[in-house]
Every structure is written in C-alpha cells, then in structure tokens.
C-alpha cells in the first residue's frame, strides 16, 4: 500500500479514535474509594509484601502503603492502578502536593495532589525511610 | 519465475478494517454496558505502538527479507503457489507462531520485544494492535527458515505470517464470551487468548497459540478460561507509564542494567539475557513456578486445578 494513503489513514484513525474516547469521557482517572480498595490495588501488584496499613489522599488519588520492607505508593494508571515501593526516590514538594521520581524506567515520575497537611504528613514518612 | 510472485500486504490493508471493528466494539460497550472497557490514554498508547509496528516493519522489514532471500537461493526445494501449498504453509507458520510465541515468553531476550503487548491491563481490540517495535533484534526470522528451506516461497510464508496476525485482532475482546464448543476445541478464540493475557498465576504462560488451539493442547500448554476466575490483565509488575518510547524499550534497557551489573560471572550475565523474564542470579526475583507457588501457599484450594497442575 502507498504510504500517501497509509499514513494519513493511521494519523486519522488513531487520533479520531482517542479524540471520540475523550469527547465520551473515557478519561477519567481511577480513583480509589476507600483504604481497603488501595490496599487490594497494592495486594495485586505486591501479593509478598503485605499491606499493613494504607492512607488514602483527600480526593483517592492516591495512597501511602505501610509495610514491612518500608512505604510505597498506589496510584491510577489510566482506569486502572499500579504501584511501586518507594526508596532511592527523589522527593520535591510542590504547591500542589509531592513529586517522586524513582530510578525505575517503566514509573520514573509520580505525581501525588496532596492538600497541606498531606503533604507534610506524607513527606515526613517517605523521608523516614529514605 | 516464482521469484517474482507477489501477495499483497495483508496486515496494511487490515488498517480500515481495524479502525471500522474498534468503532464497532465500542459502540456495543457503550450500548450494551458490558461486554469490555476502554479508557483514553491506554488505547491511544495501543494504536501508537500499533502504527510504531508498521513503521519498523517498513524501515527495518529489509533485514528479515533479505535473510529469508538468501535461504530461498541456497534451498533446491520450490512447492509452488497452490491453494494447497498455501493452505499447508499456513497451518506450518501457525506452527512457527506457536513457538516463536512461546520462546517470547520464556526467553528474556525476546519477552523484551514481546512484553509490550501485554503491558496494557486493558482487553479490548486495541490491545491486539500493541505490537512490538524490535521484533526485528529477537532474531526469531530464524524459526522460519525451516519452512523457506522446505520449498515454500518467502512472499507466500510473509503473507501466511500477516493473515496469521490479521485472524489474531478479533480475539482481543472481552464483548464475545464463548464461541460454540467445536470451535473452542480446534481454534484460537476470545476466551482462549484472555487466559493468555491473563497476570492471574493460574493463567502464566497459557495458551501460545496463533490461530490453532490445538497446538497448546499438544505441547501442554493449554489452560481454559475459568468461569470463577476473571483474567486481570497486564504485567506481573505493572508499568507506571503511557508513554510509548518507555513501553516499547524498558525490557531491553532493563536487560542492559543487569548484563552490566559489577561483579557477576559469564554464567550470570547469560542468564539475565536469555533465561526465563524473573530469572536473577541471587533468586531475588520470581519467575512462574516461584510465583505459581506463592499463589498455592496463600490459596491451597486452587491445587491440581487447571494452571496449577
Ligand atoms: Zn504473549
Ligand atoms: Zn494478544
């Protein structure tokens, strides 16, 4: 096939395709709705390292992970969740909450929207660890 | 003279098909409210690492071809173009696929390319268009070279090859449950290839197969969908990221972290490249069995049920 027709085929399908999934709200990022839903989205990424308690952020964006082996972080990847351990993590404050970045290619920034107290709280326990 | 035959590019004029099919599944989810999900940025990272394919298949396609040109001068054997040599050479390069599939995902040099089809954690036609960008440095060209040295035309194994992954695209999908049982039982389907998606310890490196089941069910690699049992979808450990450069080379940078590590021996460093993705030569990482294993410890009821057996 040509590519004069190949390529503007592609470029048009795959942008009308993710332009028709934002327009019918397909977007919209996970969130979680309570302690225990953060805990089974760390539980199914880390099943050997159980969950001792898990603090959800003010809006469920978001949650701190105790465990044994030091903290870690669930959040929304898309619809759906992921979940990483926390050390050799970078850690900057921003006016919004808190900035990780992670020597880890496949998450190498996390975004965490925080209120103040949040922040604070959250930064003081990533730091112990760290 | 069969030096100059030729057979259209098969997967390239999918392209409307592909596009028509996905407007199609999802107007029936969105109508029906079952049947599949779709979210933004996942598909749109699909459809780019779908597109991604079809543009390293253009730039680097030359390398296999070639490769395949030269078995094809050294070989005295020629079969012909019949609709039977055609028909044989599919069901030999399903057999090919089946292998390929399989190295894909017990090598780590090949699950490198191979991961990013199942980096999504979602199942729907999208998912099937996440194709690999670096197929071309697995190598796996060679696993055809049997059926190129047995007569059969290159040009006729390529487009075997794209009719192989064309049949591949309707099976991503979670809006048809179970197809009638005599199809199950021969073919590829849905079902089948959620198993194979599946991150569930019950459903690790299941169901290989291309177009024909039947081959899992010879090589025991065969585990069926289980109706208490969902397929969660995605990686054993989930990436962080859409973006498509990070999916298409984490598995390869990763590789490279470890073959480079200080201090470990020749054996080591062959082994992070080429044993089973989860291989380490401490034991700090798990591959299937250990985590097959870690599952019975916590739910010894699933013992000798189908993946556990
Ligand atoms: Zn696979
Ligand atoms: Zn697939």
Redesign the pocket.
Known sequence: MPLSILLPMVVIGVAGIAVLLHVMGLSQPRRFADADEARAAWDREFPEIPANAATLCHDGSAALIATDEGPGVVWPMGADSTARRIDHARIERTTDGLILRLPDFTAPRIRLRLDGDETTEWLDRLEQSA | MSDQITYPDVVNFAVPFFIAAILIELTWIVLKRRGGRYETRDALTSLIMGAGNVASGIALGFIAWGFFLVLWELTPLDLGTSAWVVLLCFVLDDLRYYWVHRFGHRIRWVWASHVN?HSSQHYNLT??LRQTWTGTFTFMMVVRAPLILLGFHPAMVLFCGGLNLIY?FWI?TEAIGKTPRWFEAVMNTPSH?RV??GRNARYLDANYAGVFIVWDKLFGTFVPEQEHEKPDYGLVHNLGTFNPLRVAFHEWLSIFRDVTRPGLSLRDRLGYAFAPPGWSHDGSRGMTPEIKACHLARHPEDRDTPGFE
């Open positions: 089809h998912t099937a591949q991503h290839h194979h998606h």
